[in-house]
């Protein structure tokens, strides 16, 4: 890689500021580097890093500039934190405005990715305004909230732009359908659905683009960060150079991966003021596609879920782009999950309706071109996921709502008499009684 002398500077300055924290004042060495192979004499910083040393091991500003703080936390974890000083945190939002998502003074955005503590909702939340729309804040993560009280906001303020992880625009859809809603007539200023914080594979977005029937806009970015790359208009992943250094790094983390191959993705921030991360490993796996893009861009970026993610059979690994591409050769189109079985893969998936069927024929089909054994249970639809839970009074529990980090609530508390419009009482009047909608 060649550092041009507009990122040698950005990352002299970077290196410099990042001596400033407990963290890095030894591990930095406080000489000017002039070139990619000087650089790679840096050590890398993990994930662990970040969390053996928090809450302030990478700070470098002094107080008075430390203007947000968030964490990512996970039951099974401690807490990974960042800090943001204003200009940080400006630059978050401006990067989203980087994108084809396109907010204007037009767009009424409501915000519902967890808000207590994360960062993305915050960041949203400010690049919506700085390009003066206007927010309707709401969060994942509480009883005022839940998925019928956003379908109805949605109706009841024309919302153009939804902005949400990916399983709740769908959850929110499926509320809406046992709502007694029609997702392409009742919600027509819908313009676009924003989305971050959870891997989106191609068939999640047409799914989600199909039933909806609007634009996904995608957006990658690390909590510890914020926004790493955009979708253009074109919706193709372009990394924001101006603000990272990207490396796509081999298994031993010595060597880059040749072009167009897939690494293991380090990032060092270039402009970050509060806590620079210098050689970051994201745990993420990428590729550089070098095809230029309507948009002008010379190269976009393809990410690929972790590791921990996929399923290994035989050393042969099969990640949730490859399931999900097996999957969409079904003729089902419900829920599903996958896991490693006997000497193959087996796919639990819900039947959406019974007219149709698979024949041995697809199924041969599909274990002769992915060279693995499958095994398909069908199953009731609601045995995955129970959709009553999305409109009734229960208290949602936090791992079926895959997110990583969302706390349960509970819906009894709705007390918006408006909320239970006719529709709604009829719709769920029936499926207290057991009837199938
Ligand atoms: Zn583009």
Redesign the pocket.
């Known amino acids: 890689m060649v550092l041009n002398d507009n990122v040698l500077q950005k990352l002299n300055e970077t290196l410099k500021q990042s001596r400033k924290s407990h963290f890095n004042k030894k591990r930095i060495p406080d000489k000017k580097i002039f070139s990619f192979e000087d650089f790679k004499m840096i050590p890398f910083t993990t994930k662990e890093d970040i969390l053996k040393n928090a809450p302030d091991g990478f700070v470098c500003v002094p107080n008075k500039e430390l203007y947000q703080y968030n964490e990512r936390f996970r039951l099974t974890d401690e807490a990974s934190v960042s800090w943001f000083t204003k200009s940080d945190l400006i630059d978050c939002a401006r990067r989203i405005n980087i994108g084809g998502i396109g907010f204007n003074e037009n767009d009424r955005v409501l915000v519902r990715f967890p808000r207590s503590l994360s960062s993305t909702a915050h960041f949203t939340h400010i690049a919506a305004q700085m390009k003066n729309a206007c927010v309707i804040p709401t969060s994942s993560e509480n009883n005022i909230t839940p998925f019928p009280r956003i379908v109805y906001l949605m109706k009841k303020l024309e919302i153009t732009v939804l902005a949400t992880l990916p399983a709740h625009a769908m959850f929110i859809a499926e509320a809406a359908q046992i709502m007694g809603y029609n997702i392409k007539s009742d919600f027509k200023a819908l313009r676009a659905i924003y989305i971050a914080g959870e891997a989106l594979t191609q068939s999640k977005r047409k799914l989600l683009e199909k039933i909806w029937d609007v634009p996904v806009f995608d957006n990658f970015g690390a909590s510890e960060i914020g926004p790493l790359m955009i979708e253009?208009?074109?919706r193709?992943t372009?990394p924001l150079e101006d603000s990272f250094l990207f490396e796509i790094l081999d298994e031993s983390l010595i060597r880059e991966v040749e072009p167009g191959e897939t690494g293991l993705l380090a990032v060092t921030t270039l402009t970050r003021r509060a806590a620079p991360l210098i050689r970051y490993l994201t745990g993420d796996r990428a590729k550089r596609v070098y095809n230029k893009?309507?948009?002008?861009?010379e190269s976009?970026m393809e990410i690929q879920v972790r590791k921990k993610d996929s399923i290994i059979i035989e050393n042969r690994e099969f990640d949730l782009w490859i399931l999900e591409e097996m999957v969409s050769h079904l003729p089902y189109n419900g829920m599903w999950v996958s896991e490693p079985y006997k000497d193959g893969i087996k796919f639990i998936i819900e039947k959406e309706n019974d007219n149709v069927s698979m024949t041995s024929e697809m199924k041969k089909r599909l274990e002769e071109n992915y060279r693995v054994s499958i095994y398909i249970e069908l199953v009731e639809k609601g045995s995955l996921k129970n959709r009553q839970k999305l409109i009734n009074p229960v208290t949602l529990n936090s791992k079926n709502l895959n997110d990583g980090g969302e706390q349960p609530f509970c819906a009894n508390h709705v007390s918006c008499s408006e909320l239970f419009n006719e529709k709604f009482l009829w719709r769920n009047n029936l499926l207290l009684k057991g009837w199938k909608i």
């Not at 893009?293 to 861009?297: E, I, K, L, V």
């Open positions: 253009c208009i074109h193709n372009h893009c309507p948009c002008g861009r976009s």
